[in-house]
């Protein structure tokens, strides 16, 4: 009964999440880029104002599976390499920490070219 309760708390954030999105692409005129990077941009402000922890906890892949876990991810890379490297931490902690989701997509990407045939719009 607990993988259920987790599974339900998982897809509940993370489908409020992605509604989010669907909404900011029915309402607005905002490219789905710029959505995307906005969500990044949310979960690295939530994370700095102490928000988006407790959410992580609560929904686990429902919080670090969509675009504002990446940001999450980026922001407590931050935080723990500048309490290990000082400054040079602000520079480095993001990519160290994103890294394998990073690798992860350009894989799936280059998979993904192998297997499909590009066309143009018309």
Do not use: H, N
């Amino acid at each position: 009964m607990d993988i259920f309760i987790s599974l339900l708390k998982a897809f509940a954030l993370g489908g409020a999440i992605c509604l989010i999105g669907q909404i900011l692409i029915d309402m607005t005129k905002l490219t789905p880029g710029r959505i995307l990077v906005m969500f990044v941009v949310a979960g690295v402000v939530l994370t700095a104002i102490g928000l988006y922890e407790p959410l992580e906890k609560w929904a686990e892949a429902g919080a670090t599976v969509p675009l504002t876990g990446f940001g999450y991810a980026m922001a407590k890379g931050i935080e723990k390499a500048i309490e290990e490297q000082g400054a040079m931490g602000i520079l480095t902690g993001a990519l160290t920490a994103s890294s394998g989701g990073v690798t992860a997509a350009v894989l799936c990407g280059l998979i993904a070219s192998f297997v499909t045939k590009p066309k143009e719009k018309e």
